[in-house]
């Protein structure tokens, strides 16, 4: 079965900086493409970014631009994303989500396109 693991959320004031972890156990999560998304309050689920198996290929959601970073380890199996500048609509919890495949619609980084999901994390931005 596959599992994935968040780690690193937290509370951080506007502009504050937290880098998420997403690890996987029971299978190798260097073959699939993965994806954070994050869930509001009252909001539906949306990409934040997501990365190819390889690491060769981002997409990032636009408002994320240039404000996160994702990145992948595969020597220790893992995936994170850097968030800078963080702002009060950051809020939420975030997820991983793996796929086998970076097509089309992994590509397009939304929540259909994975099918594997961790549990979340929580990041609260608050002053």
């Known amino acids: 079965q596959l599992q994935l693991v968040e780690s690193g959320g937290g509370l951080v004031q506007p502009g504050g900086s937290l880098r998420l972890s997403c690890a996987a156990s029971g299978f190798t999560l260097n073959d699939y493409a993965t994806g954070w998304f994050r869930q509001a309050p009252g909001k539906e689920r949306e990409g934040v970014a997501c990365?190819?198996?390889?690491?060769?290929?981002?997409v990032y959601k636009d408002s994320m631009k240039g404000r996160f970073t994702i990145s992948r380890d595969n020597a220790k199996n893992a995936v994170y994303l850097q968030m800078n500048g963080l702002q009060l609509e950051d809020t939420g919890v975030y997820y991983c989500?793996?796929?086998?495949?970076?097509?089309?619609?992994?590509?397009?980084?939304?929540?259909?396109?994975?099918?594997?999901w961790g549990q979340g994390t929580q990041i609260t931005v608050s002053s």
């Open positions: 990365i190819s198996a390889n690491g060769a290929s981002t």
């Open positions: 989500a793996a796929a086998p495949t970076f097509t089309l619609v992994q590509r397009m980084c939304v929540p259909r396109g994975y099918g594997s």
